[in-house]
């Protein structure tokens, strides 16, 4: 079959097909979907209360106040929450080659990719991170000294969707290694969770390893610390050049063009998991 034969048209209509499946599945067991919501709000909803604590103690972390440091949260929970939704199969790619379910994916007409992202969903996930990123946005974006035009709205959705491109890029790294490893959890636990808790908090604070790492390798800093310095300018947003405020997506665009290139190399070498 004709995999071009496909409309962009029609592939969203699949898409959204899919989405509304899964978004059955999810309220079929609503106890347990708001659950997990509700679980994954607790445990992240800690990280806010450490600097609310923090900041009980310290009226500033080397130029930034609390309301300062909860808008920088919002992007990272914002963007992730949009990542678990869209990009959840990504995420838990492992489970699909493990499990076998790639081998199927590659029969079928329309691209494996295209598939990974459409059969899955995390709403629990999405939900939680996105009542957390929502409240901290809308708590802080009157307070920071922010002036709210077309301007600053278009800039701010334009850094979300980097950042959501950054991190679904992030992913991909850790879910081509399935190709080769099978399992690639704790890699991708290194290589993403790990270095998403350094970017809570202000680049500045770090060491010079610190930074170069959540700069350069693994950009974490162009999810959340240039889009907020772009619209907070704190003093140590001059250490660096004030053209990395602006660079998250053309950052994005780079980073996702890599991933696009290492998943077709990976899938290309995928010699499937049967006996």
Request: charged fraction near 10%.
């Amino acid at each position: 079959m004709n995999k071009n034969r496909y409309s962009i048209y029609d592939i969203l209509k699949i898409y959204f097909i899919h989405v509304a499946m899964i978004a059955k599945a999810n309220l079929f067991y609503k106890l347990n979907t708001f659950a997990i919501a509700f679980a994954v709000f607790a445990r992240e909803i800690v990280n806010i209360v450490v600097i609310y604590l923090i900041f009980t103690r310290f009226v500033a972390l080397q130029g930034w106040s609390r309301d300062d440091l909860f808008f920088l949260y919002s992007f990272l929970f914002l963007s992730y929450s949009l990542v678990v939704f869209f990009f959840a199969g990504v995420r838990d790619f492992e489970d699909d080659i493990r499990e076998g379910h790639c081998d199927r994916y590659l029969i079928r007409p329309l691209g494996v990719f295209f598939q990974v992202i459409a059969c899955k969903s995390d709403y629990a996930a999405s939900l939680g991170h996105g009542l957390i990123g929502v409240a901290l946005f809308l708590y802080c974006a009157g307070s920071v000294g922010i002036v709210w035009n077309f301007s600053t709205v278009i800039h701010a959705i334009l850094f979300l969707f980097s950042g959501v491109l950054i991190q679904t890029s992030i992913f991909i790294f850790s879910a081509v290694l399935s190709f080769w490893t099978i399992r690639s959890s704790n890699i991708r636990n290194i290589i993403f969770f790990n270095a998403r808790r350094y970017a809570g908090y202000p680049v500045s604070i770090y060491p010079e390893p610190i930074k170069v790492l959540i700069i350069y390798v693994i950009p974490f800093a162009f999810v959340n610390y240039f889009p907020a310095q772009y619209f907070l300018n704190r003093e140590d947003g001059f250490m660096f050049s004030s053209v990395y405020l602006l660079l998250s997506p053309l950052v994005a665009l780079l980073i996702a063009s890599i991933a696009c290139v290492v998943w077709t190399m990976g899938l290309r070498n995928y010699s499937s998991v049967g006996n």
